[in-house]
């Protein structure tokens, strides 16, 4: 075959430059006054030699980043605040403080663009791997753009009539690593007691309700045809609430309940014979502790609810 360089293509190491070469075309079109950010959610590649430990490095992944665009002087101010809002995402979302770090790089390790770089980093299996970078990359990017096109990439201030080019605090982090140190910090292997009064190992995935894929499994206690109906009403009622529900008869009420440990389903509603035959009342189970608690079919909704809040 014949090799020539007529269609060479580059793959993006950054979702970066587009947000810095629009700029002014965001700044025209929304009037912003700084600070202000642009984020991007796209698709980065690098040229990894090695490829490996799961998603935490690939050629390809799925990257995060913000542009937040400020006053020079301001700069270190909002990069500590985007240190610490960064932070915050990680353990809201459900990763427990202590598997979590804020390093700063040393001066050998910095990006030429960068005066000050802080890494969040994860208690990985293998060791700490870094989830995001926030990074102050001064008026490196805008003054490089602006000199290679001629075009002015420079914000005018109407309180001090003066023109400047601002500064950049950029957050950036991987979708990827965030999903697997998630994942990381929500797995468990446990012993939890049996019907039998046996112990036998349990796997729960502790996923942050908000992260959950089912939020409530409805169950009925088997599949006696005085159960199901009523089952698939408290279904139908969770369902109407906007509850992401999974509906499950299949084997026991023990498995059943480790299946949905494993998917990370916060909550489990029971529908046993005392619900049909004496108080319409069903049976919340929670996932991480296992308690159970009873409560009105009427009063199911908000139940879940708050249970859901609390986490």
């Known amino acids: 075959p014949v090799e020539d360089d007529a269609a060479l293509t580059y793959l ?6 587009g947000i810095f070469v629009n700029f002014q075309n965001v ?3 929304t009037r912003r006054k700084l600070p202000f950010g642009i984020a991007q959610v796209g698709k980065a590649f690098r040229n990894e030699i090695t490829v490996g430990n799961f998603l935490f490095r690939t050629r390809e992944f799925e990257q995060m980043e913000i542009e937040y665009f400020v006053k020079p002087g301001a700069d270190d101010e909002w990069h500590q605040r985007w240190i610490a809002d960064c932070l915050a995402w990680y353990t809201g979302l459900g990763i427990q403080q202590d598997h979590l770090r804020v390093r700063q790089h040393q001066a050998d390790e910095l990006s030429h663009y960068s005066k000050a770089t802080y890494d969040i980093e994860y208690a990985f299996p293998w060791g700490w791997g870094e989830l995001a970078g926030i990074a102050n990359r001064t008026d490196f990017d805008l003054k490089a753009h602006s000199e290679k096109s001629g075009v002015r990439l420079d914000y005018f201030d109407d309180e001090t009539k003066e023109h400047f080019i601002p500064y950049v605090i950029e957050p950036s982090a991987g979708v990827d690593r965030a999903f697997l140190a998630l994942l990381f910090d929500a797995y468990r292997e446990e012993e939890a007691p049996t019907a039998e009064g046996k112990t036998e190992k349990r796997v729960v995935l502790r996923l942050h309700p908000d992260l959950a ?13 005085r159960l199901v109906p009523k089952a698939r009403e408290v279904y139908d009622l969770s369902r109407s609430a906007g509850f992401v529900c999974q509906y499950d008869d299949a084997q026991s009420i ?19 014979f005392q619900t049909v035959e004496e108080d319409n009342a069903v049976t919340i189970r929670h996932r991480d502790t296992m ?10 909704v908000p139940a879940l609810r708050e249970q859901l809040k609390q986490g």
């Not at 993006?12 to 430059?17: D, H, K, N, Y």
């Not at 894929?213 to 045809?225: D, E, F, G, Y």
């Open 12 to 17: 993006r190491p950054e979702t970066a430059q």
């Open 254 to 272: 023990g498995r059943r309940y480790r299946r949905q440990d494993e998917i990370g389903t916060p909550l489990a509603v029971t529908v046993d």
């Open 27 to 29: 700044l025209t079109a």
């Open 213 to 225: 894929p089912v939020k409530v499994a409805i169950l009925p206690l088997s599949r006696n045809q």
């Open 291 to 300: 308690r159970q608690v009873r409560v009105p079919v009427p009063e199911l």
